[in-house]
């Protein structure tokens, strides 16, 4: 494999143009640890830091003092030069429900907020909490209180939702079957679906005989009173992305060194650049090592196996057959970035090693900020 | 057909759920093809769009269709279907309006993009509706067409929303046919004809996942299974020696003997060599550890457990084979 260029993350870190880092990745490869490392890191640089986090572990989010979410940034280290870290854990429903309170009066806000089609939306639409991190990125951004913002970005089946999700989530509130909905109330609140061609007739029948009729009602009341506040839905979804691809932005791709994240990796760095998004590097993580790698799998395995042989030096030959178990992994998971090294030589790399240990408090955060800057 | 008793038998609905990238798809497979060994007839159901199955079994995508995909040990059939919402529409429109056509002009219009967007409890009912008639279904003779079926269910974070579509839906729709629909799969999905299996590894969190999901799942009264723990490494090493590796204590002079026996080393060398193998027993020593307090953290939930075998090739479709053969020899099959 061409080695890689090394990814510098002090360098970014130090750099004071740098606004905000996106971590992102396929789920449970390490983008949660690997964003509040970055914040550790940043605030033992000297920045004020503050990570967006949406899934920390249990004992992780303990440590660090984020025990509800309450969508505002907690204050959770001073560093020795004065750098800071806070953190905050996104609730998603209560960020939407802000955007609908900051955008309708309170009599349409109430009707929407109980509406049970807008609860279902808010709480488990699967591309709401990949809005919504968007959306309070961008507040955090714009209030600009913050020297540097990190977020980590939720676990999605695949690193390419959160780019999407905003998008999608805006088409939908453009959709033809919304405009059809709320057509009959912007003609003048006319029997719902009279105006509409026959095929529509059709549909209205069939939906009426599936759902009720108050389901269609209370669907329609939603849809319109969406459709009222979410008119500048879009903009604010294009607003978002400008700001990802500003220059003060930098995504660092996160990857475990198996296929299929790997694969994952591949896409969103292609990605990245068809969007013009600027990309900072990737963070191979939990990468295994052997300290004694002088010995290959193969040498070992004969060695243990002449040891068993002769039956002597059980342990030795033990301790060999383990060993033998390291380098092979270390060898697959070489193999599985070769690819992605080969696709993409121009990318920046660093590998983390994989702990004994979860990472759940600052001293293992602190452990691989320092990882992420030397590699290994 | 042979009788051995199982840990599961009576349940014809296996829904294999577990945090995300732990093997849910695996599991299922290889839970299906166990299932079936011996001559019986099993579905797989696959339900994320993802073409798991397909890929796992090595075949192309698999269309909106029941076929058979793999032949058990012993004799026995794996059938699969990747349930696609909006097909699952058009089959329940035509199976109780007789309105395939306003079925169609209803996808036309994006209704279905709509319906999973603003409510994933619809789609959900579609989904489970699609499988749970694949339980209920006779045969002429009035047998069931299938002994089994095993669903490759979405994640554990979400997994009681899933299965609980009466619930669900029930704030968007408290009568009409879609109510009385999600009324009959939970009719199945609550019974003991029905075990919900978590799969984990021995991490922190997908171990803290399994054990909220399977709280959320007790107190929706849906019944749960058993814990597969998959990728498990078996440990080479004394128990003993292990306990002391943890404290960091080794007997690095028999190692630095071994080695030199072994022909790998010699001189000060040898010494070095077993110093640097020491750290990594002592990693070894602590991963073991800690895999140790999540399996009695697993204690709590008081289920049936099987493990599987970390393979080191990964999951080919022998190793699959591996799998179920494991599977039933644990009894979970
Ligand atoms: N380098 C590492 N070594 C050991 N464990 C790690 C490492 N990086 C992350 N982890 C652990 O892996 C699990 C998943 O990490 P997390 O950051 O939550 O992933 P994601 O946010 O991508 O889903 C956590 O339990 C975390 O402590
Ligand atoms: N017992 C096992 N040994 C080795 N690799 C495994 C094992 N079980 C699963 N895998 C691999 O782990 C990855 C995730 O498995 P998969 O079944 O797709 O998980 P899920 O469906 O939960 O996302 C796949 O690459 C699969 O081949
Ligand atoms: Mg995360
Ligand atoms: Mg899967």
Redesign the pocket.
Known sequence: MKKPAPLDVDAILDDRGTRIIV?C????????????ALGLRAAERGRGAVVLT????R??AQSMGLSELDNTPRLVHTAEGGGQLFAMMLDMKRTFDEIIEAHADPERARQILSNPFYQSLSSSFSGTQEYMAMEKLGQLRRSDEWDLIIV??P?SRSALDFLDAPERLGRFLDGRFIKLLTAPAKAGGRSAFRLLNAGFGLVAGAMTKLLGAQVLKDLQTFVSALDAVFGGFRQRAEMTYRLLQAPGTAFVV?AAPERDAMREASYFVERLAEERMPLAGLVV???HFSPAAGISAARSAAAAEDLESKGEHELTAAVLRLHTGRMQLAAREHREQEHFVSAHPTVPVVQ?????????DLA?LHQ?GE?LASGA | MDSRDTDWDGVRLHVVTGKGGTGKTTVAAALALALAAGGRKVLLVEVEGRQGIAQIFDLPPLPYEERKIAVAPDGGDVYALAIDPEEAMLDYMEMFYGMRRAGRALTRMGIVDFATTVAPGFRDVLVTGKTTEAVRRRAKNGKRVYDAVVLDAPPTGRITRFLNVTQEVAGLAKVGPIKNHSDLVSGVVKSPETAVHFVTLL???PVQETLDGLAELRSAGLPPGGIFINMVRESLLPQAVLDSAVKGRFDVGELTLGLKAAGLADGADAAAVAESLVGEVVEHARRTQIERAERASLDQADLPRYELPLLADGVDLAGLYELAASIRNQGAA
């Open positions: 971590c990745g396929a789920g449970g490869v390490g983008k949660t640890t690997t964003a509040a949406v899934d920390p572990a004992r992780l980590d970005t676990p996160v993580n939990r990468v983390v090693r994989a702990m004994s240990e979860d990472v759940h293992g691989i990882l | 991490e922190e969190m």
